[in-house]
């Protein structure tokens, strides 16, 4: 896709503290020492208001390259305030459930090299809605301080009912019976996308923001662009 670039800053990304787990098990243990540091009940900056980011990143697999993009807006009129990328090797291996291990360095590469105030993160995946409860959203979140939400192209394991056909109609995300995010129809007659709780905003501020942030496509102008930046990136630095 083809959108306006304000010459993002590139990063790179430091090498990975000592205490950066090695291992499967030990990933767990970090993900279980921070959830339970995830706010859920705080109200979060109001739609339209201040800076809004965006956050996405992009794999060559076989050269074991991530890179990352930010990209902030202004939350009024949702126009690119900066940019910045950050591209190095994948952090952690692929383990389903553990995939902010292989992301969180880059991203927060990338947000180190902002001048602007980030405001609102808005990932392209989960928050809580999670089956350890603590996606890249929430992750980030908790690391950073920054309030977070997830917005997702897909349900993941989790159920919900089809939300009327309208724009804004909205369902549970479901796991058994608890709630864990909504599935959120952003254009009427399309597929919806699924948004929860990261940090410090609740879910039915989650819902306001991904609506404000979807004035004509499914998807929210944030992930739009942090995709197309983190893909360029990709192609830049793997020379493909």
């Known amino acids: 896709m ?31 020492a921070l959830r339970a540091r995830v706010v859920r009940d705080e ?4 739609p339209g208001s201040g800076h809004v980011t965006g956050v996405d990143v992009a794999y060559d697999d076989e050269r074991d390259v991530v890179a990352a993009a930010v990209v902030v807006l202004d939350g009024a009129s949702l126009e690119v305030v900066e940019e910045a990328t950050a591209v190095g090797r994948v952090a952690f291996p692929y383990v389903p459930g553990l995939l902010a291990f292989r992301e969180v360095p880059a991203v927060l590469a990338a947000l180190d090299a902002l001048d602007a ?7 392209d995946g989960y928050g809580i809605a ?12 908790v690391l950073t301080g920054l309030p977070t939400i997830g917005v997702a192209k897909n349900p993941f394991t ?20 608890e709630e864990v995010g909504s599935a959120l129809r952003t254009r009427a007659g399309v597929k919806p996308v699924f948004v929860s709780v990261g ?19 499914r998807l929210p102008e944030t992930t739009r662009r942090a995709d197309a930046l983190c893909r360029a990136a990709l192609r830049e630095a793997t020379g493909t």
Do not use: K
Not at 117 to 123: N, Y
């Open 130 to 141: 999670h089956p350890r409860r603590f996606g890249l959203a929430s992750h980030l979140g």
């Open 117 to 123: 105030d980030p405001g609102l993160v808005v990932c």
């Open 158 to 177: 989790f159920s919900h009912r089809a939300p009327d056909d309208a724009r804004g109609s909205a369902t549970p995300l479901l796991d058994g019976a």
């Open 43 to 46: 109200e979060g900056p109001s």
């Open 2 to 32: 083809s959108m306006p670039s304000t010459n993002p800053r590139t990063a790179g990304i430091p090498p990975l503290p000592a205490d950066w787990p090695a291992d499967e098990a030990a990933a767990r243990a970090v993900q279980d």
């Open 199 to 217: 940090h410090r905003v609740t879910l039915a501020a989650a819902r306001a923001h991904t609506l404000h942030l979807t004035p004509r496509y």
